[in-house]
């Protein structure tokens, strides 16, 4: 049997003390899901779970006698789950559970004390897989070879598995983007590509979470094509068209080791038809409950305020790089590089890109005191009349200095209508 030895969540005290609390009275508890499989990768995992054969009431009851915070919501609690607090770490126990009716989008589930049954009905075999609090793996479908072949494969009938959740064909192609090697799984893909239609009925949030996820591994081209290939991305995108964009950006993205979801969901859109309408726009980042923010860089990303290319001089970069902020700039500088085509025009906006890391703003040396103690009343004048000095010292490439701009200053009161 293989073991897991070297996760160092596993032996850290807040994790003991936990286990210590969940087998106070004999129960046989194992770790679950992704902290299992990323063990064996020598990753580290955003989640520990632990499964325990013991109903929620009376994990809670051994968590308090251990004097460890507790969490649950209503529905947690009914499907088995509670939310340890220990050292800084949060903890997911659930009861060891099977599926007693589902509907694609919602389980109602039985608890149970069989460890098999309750693999069963993982998604994939990688996820399927636990340990002992010793380290000793349980692998009931084949998971570790799973893993080791990067091959991301349903439990059981990849059909009913998808039926029973219809998010797990959008978690497939997630998982392939983190874990996988060549080709999908053909049985999965090809229950995926039939059931294409039917993911939609999920919930948003969690459609939002597992593309985000998707497009945050460190290459999901491969993914995304297979999704593209099965149908699977036409249903997320309306009327893809030829992947283009995405794949240059990716590549992009990985030289310069700046990987980002939102600009590579921002890529996908651009090879769509609704990157023609900014109103479409908006409103699938809305459909998709993408934040304020994460919706306006969306737009801007799709259809820029301001035409950043190979052909602009040093000294119009830098008026860009003041007037939109470093990250802003750069930012629009990735997905420019990623539609163009040609390597010298590439070569160009690396460069440009280059500038922008060395570059460091200068300080705009005047204040709307400086206003105010040459006889200006509070109010928009002020404002008004700081932003045209800055406007003046920005063109002439912050060169400018502070009594040259307050000569400028001085210039423009003067020139105000008298009385």
């Known amino acids: 049997m293989a073991s897991i030895v070297d996760a160092p969540w596993m032996t850290a005290p807040a994790t003991r003390a936990v286990v210590n609390a969940l087998t ?9 899901g992704g902290c299992v499989r990323d063990a064996l990768l020598g990753r580290e995992s955003a989640d520990i779970d632990i499964g325990t054969p013991d109903p929620p009431e009376r994990v809670l009851a051994l968590l308090n006698d251990a004097g460890i915070e507790t969490r649950t919501v209503p529905r947690g609690v009914a499907h088995g789950t509670v ?30 004390d069989d460890w098999r049954e309750d693999a069963a009905r993982r998604d994939f075999t990688i996820n ?39 998010l797990r064909i959008l978690r497939f192609f997630r998982f392939h983007a983190w874990y996988g090697k060549g080709e999908p799984d053909a049985d999965g893909l090809a229950a995926c590509a039939d059931a294409a ?17 998707l497009l945050a591994a460190d290459d999901p081209v491969p993914a995304i094509t297979a999704m593209h290939e099965a149908g699977v991305l036409d249903e997320l995108l309306p009327v893809v068209r030829l992947l283009e964009i995405f794949p240059r950006l990716v590549a992009i993205e990985r ?28 409103a699938l980042a809305d459909q998709w409950r993408l934040s304020a923010i994460e919706g306006e860089r969306l737009a801007e990303l799709i259809r820029p305020p301001v035409s950043l290319n190979a052909r602009l001089d040093r000294r119009t970069q830098r008026r860009l790089l003041y007037r939109l902020g470093r990250e802003r700039y750069r930012d629009l500088l990735l ?52 932003r045209r000095v800055e406007d003046w010292w920005i063109e002439n490439d912050f060169a400018p200095d502070r009594a040259a701009l307050l000569d400028r200053l001085d210039a423009l009161i003067a020139e105000r209508p008298k009385g």
């Open 255 to 282: 030289i310069n080791a700046a990987l980002d979801p939102i600009r590579r969901l921002a890529a996908l859109i651009a090879d769509s038809s609704v990157a023609k309408n900014a109103t479409a726009i908006r």
């Open 83 to 112: 939310t340890a607090l220990a050292g800084g770490e949060r903890y997911e126990i659930t009861t060891l559970r099977r599926d007693e009716r589902t509907d694609g989008r919602h389980a109602e589930v039985a608890f149970t």
């Open 197 to 213: 239609d039917t993911f939609t009925l999920g919930s948003v949030e969690r459609i939002q979470s597992e593309v985000l996820k």
């Open 24 to 32: 106070a009275e004999g129960a046989d508890v194992r770790f679950v």
């Open 335 to 386: 997905f420019a590089w990623a539609k163009e085509k040609t390597d010298e025009e590439g070569a160009s906006l690396r460069a440009m890109l280059q500038t922008a890391d060395a570059w460091e703003a200068p300080t705009y040396p005047v204040s709307g005191a400086d206003v105010l103690t040459r006889g200006i009343p509070e109010g928009p004048e002020v404002g008004d009349l700081l």
């Open 128 to 166: 399927a897989m636990s340990a002992t609090p010793d380290g000793a793996l349980h692998d009931y479908f084949g998971g570790q070879a799973d893993l080791e072949a990067g091959r991301v494969r349903f439990v059981g009938d990849p059909a009913t598995r998808i039926a029973e959740d219809h």
